[in-house]
């Protein structure tokens, strides 16, 4: 299954309830460094890993997973609408694991994020990189307020994960904001 979350929306001000049900949507990975995503139904998702297939979870384990928000991912690309309208980009271009919609992702260390039998626990906000420019110019800079570039996470319970499975926030402590300097 593809998704095509590429149209931007006016920010609502009002993001998913931290509780609640939302929905994984998609599921991708990159077999190295710079490779084109790749989207799949189903995923297997492990603490030596990450997800099976992507090239980065063996390597970081603090950061194995990453999810965006499709609330987030349509708040960052309505900053980028101009006079053509909204900027089509679909949400791999992020290069995120999993793409999820209905709930607000934690955003502080040790929240704990439950999809079917997986428990992943946030690490950290993803930070973007240059590669969002390349994508389009001010991309990095819509993505950093509000952790709207999704966040990382360590795997603490293994388990087939598969689009369409509920997703909920297990725990979401207190909000850390993030400040740019300057």
């Not at 299954?1 to 006016?10: E, H, L, P, W």
């Not at 049900?21 to 599921?27: C, S």
């Not at 949400?91 to 260390?109: D, H, M, Q, S, Y």
């Not at 079917?116 to 950093?144: F, I, N, S, W």
Request: aromatic share 4%.
């Amino acid at each position: 299954m593809t998704t095509s979350a590429t149209v931007g929306r006016k920010p609502s001000g009002t993001a998913p309830e931290a509780s609640g049900t939302g929905r994984l949507l998609a599921i991708a990975w990159r077999p190295a460094r710079r490779a084109p995503m790749r989207e799949v139904e189903h995923g297997q998702i492990t603490t030596v890993a990450g997800l099976v297939g992507d090239h980065k979870g063996a390597k970081f384990k603090n950061r194995a997973i990453t999810i965006l928000a499709r609330e987030d991912w349509q708040d960052a690309l309505a900053e980028l609408s101009d006079l053509a309208g909204p900027v089509p980009l679909p949400w791999t271009v992020r290069r995120a694991n999993l793409f999820v919609e209905g709930v607000r992702l934690p955003r502080a260390r040790g929240g704990i994020v439950g999809i079917g039998d997986v428990r992943l626990e946030v690490t950290y906000p993803t930070q973007p990189c240059a590669r969002m420019e390349e994508a389009h110019p001010g991309l990095l800079k819509a993505l950093h307020p509000a952790w709207r570039g999704g966040v990382t996470c360590r795997v603490l319970a293994e388990g087939m994960i598969r689009v369409g499975d509920p997703v909920r926030i297990l725990l979401s402590p207190p909000e850390h904001v993030i400040r740019l300097p300057g």
